[in-house]
Nanobody, 111 residues
């Protein structure tokens, strides 16, 4: 059964770092559009970072220069390195590989 399983969320202090992981089982990331989204309860889910099928990488303006999206060499795990975290980065984070979605992992940035 194809699925994505996320991990790495938790509590961080402002200015701190977290790394989110998204492990694929039952399929690989080859030829898939890979994205991270985030959502605050009561608000729409918003795009954070993307690796397109051709390998190009893009970031939402609010995270550019602080977050980094990447995959492992086997193309089965997607990462989101989050540095210089801010309270406004607090949200549920979801990974997406084309039609597949992870279950979400919560990130809280607070002192």
């Amino acid at each position: 059964q194809a699925q994505l399983v996320e991990s790495g969320g938790g509590l961080a202090q402002p200015g701190g770092s977290l790394r989110l992981s998204c492990a694929a089982s039952g399929f690989s990331f080859s030829s898939k559009d890979l994205r991270w989204y985030r959502q605050v309860p009561g608000k729409e889910r918003g795009w954070v970072a993307r690796i397109s099928r051709n390998g190009s990488i893009d970031y939402a303006p609010s995270v550019k220069g602080r977050f980094a999206i990447s995959t492992d060499n086997e193309h089965t795990t997607l990462y989101l390195q989050m540095n210089n975290l801010r309270p406004e980065d607090s949200a549920f984070y979801y990974c997406c590989a084309s039609e597949y979605w992870g279950q979400g992992t919560q990130v809280t940035v607070s002192s």
